[in-house]
């Protein structure tokens, strides 16, 4: 039995699911069937735009944003797929506060609904720093699919982990 453990507290049901899927040989076809083709956005630059678009019609009310990057050195995905950091310093009298998102390296090549869910769940740090109750209505109020994507792409990398890329 393979170890599952991006899927660590989901219920019984859904990883026996997902297990016969994998010992049917049938996890590739499934998400590729369910997400056919990898996004585009592959620079800093795009990745900035598109987070700042989502965060422009999605939290117009929330703190700027100073740096959206890909970062190569988010290696334990068990912990973290992408992080978000406010770094507040005082200067010369002024009080200056930066937000930046940093998106595991990894998710250059995943379907794009895998990447808005890390971004809107980065995104949501900027109104709700804890993980709660209120933090994952803010998601699923940005994106109304967050949990099924969020499985999905724990899926995507347990299929990473045992048979290598997708895309």
């Given amino acids: 039995m393979p170890e599952l453990k991006y899927l660590i507290g989901y219920s019984e049901n859904i990883t ?12 590739t076809e499934t998400l590729l069937k369910k997400y056919p083709v990898a996004h585009t956005i592959k620079t800093d630059k795009a990745l900035y735009a598109y ?17 959206v990057i890909y970062d190569d ?11 978000h950091t406010f770094i507040s310093r005082v200067q010369g009298g002024k009080h200056k506060a930066k937000n930046e998102i940093r998106v595991a390296s990894l998710f250059k090549n995943v ?3 895998f990447l808005t869910m890390i971004v809107v ?8 720093k804890e993980h709660n109750k209120a933090f994952y209505q803010l998601c699923l109020h ?6 099924q994507f969020e499985l999905d792409m724990r899926l995507y990398l347990t299929h990473l982990d045992l048979f290598g890329k997708l895309y």
Avoid at 121 to 128: D, Q, S, T
């Fill in 16 to 27: 026996d699911q997902i297990r016969r899927l994998i010992n049917s040989q049938k996890l």
């Fill in 51 to 67: 987070t700042l678009d989502l965060k422009n019609a999605l939290l117009k009310q929330s703190q700027p944003l100073s740096k």
């Fill in 121 to 128: 769940h980065e995104l949501a740090h900027l109104k709700e």
């Fill in 73 to 83: 050195k988010i290696k334990d995905l068990h912990h973290a797929l992408g992080l």
């Fill in 142 to 147: 940005m994106e109304p699919q967050y949990h």
């Fill in 111 to 113: 379907p794009l609904p």
